[in-house]
């Protein structure tokens, strides 16, 4: 498929798991794509399977969670690329804690990175998109949105994801800019492990944990995350914007 022919596509958090899998599909699918990350050399790696498999995409180090570093960067990416169409805010860190011994400075970190961060995205990006009358965002929220013991500062970044995301629909509307989020249930990726960790259980025993309580038995992968940031961010989903897609498994 070329659902993306001729887009320039920027996914942050483009490193590992959800973000890696989704600058993939999109460049699969025929997008120029701006992989962002702390660091180009964290970036590096998902830019260069990309490229090795043909498509075209570009590592680019950026802290999200600074407003000016991000008009930079997306400034040089709209320069190197030609445009800015599609933005998939999908950078993101756990603190876990208990609320009662959570530090604030955890509480601080997982809002800003999580939930700042795609306001400066979202931000800057649309400039450019209201500019060309054309625009796609998508954002990760989560499953623990709805609320996820030892998580309060990240369901609170997450449900934050979902009020941004239908408040931007209603104004960037006008414009011809779709704005959606996907909010994941469980994940096999390196942040889940990393609860895996905090509870005392290894990845494979907390999957394994998970999947008996979910309907289809078993834990989603990052893939199945991106087809659907995909889905959103095509034409496909035109008339498709300010929702929030569970993709859980059934949970409930």
């Known amino acids: 498929m070329t659902r993306f022919a001729g887009k320039v596509a920027v996914v942050t958090g483009g490193a590992q798991g959800i973000g890696a899998a989704t600058a993939r599909r999109l460049a699969e699918e025929g997008a120029a794509v701006a992989v962002v990350d702390l660091s180009a050399e964290r970036a590096a790696g998902t830019?260069?399977?990309?490229?090795?498999?043909?498509?075209?995409?570009?590592?680019?180090?950026?802290?999200?969670?600074?407003?000016?570093?991000?008009?930079?960067?997306?400034?040089r990416i709209a320069e190197d690329f030609g445009g800015l169409h599609i933005l998939v805010n999908n950078a993101g860190i756990t603190r876990d804690n208990l609320f009662f011994k959570m530090p604030k400075a955890d509480w601080d970190a997982v809002l800003t990175v999580n939930l700042t961060s795609a306001y400066n995205c979202s931000h800057v990006a649309q400039k450019y998109m209201v500019a060309q009358k054309w625009g796609k965002?998508?954002?990760?929220?989560?499953?623990?949105?709805?609320?996820?013991?030892?998580?309060?500062?990240?369901?609170?970044a997450k449900a934050g994801i979902q009020g941004l995301t239908a408040t931007l629909a209603i104004e960037l509307g006008p414009f011809n800019i779709n704005v959606n989020a996907v909010a994941p249930g469980y994940?096999?990726?390196?942040?889940?492990?990393?609860?895996?960790?905090?509870?005392?259980?290894?990845?494979e025993e907390h999957q394994s944990e998970v999947a008996a309580r979910t309907p289809l038995r078993r834990v989603g992968q990052p893939e199945e995350i991106a087809s659907v940031v995909a889905f959103l961010a095509s034409e496909d989903a035109a008339y498709v914007s300010g929702q929030t897609l569970y993709v859980n498994g059934g949970a409930r």
């Open 47 to 75: 830019a260069g399977d990309i490229t090795a498999k043909g498509g075209t995409a570009r590592a680019y180090g950026c802290d999200v969670a600074d407003y000016d570093a991000v008009e930079e960067v997306f400034a």
């Open 137 to 156: 965002i998508v954002s990760l929220s989560s499953r623990s949105a709805l609320g996820s013991r030892g998580q309060a500062n990240y369901a609170a």
């Open 187 to 203: 994940i096999a990726t390196a942040m889940t492990a990393s609860t895996a960790a905090r509870v005392g259980a290894t990845a």
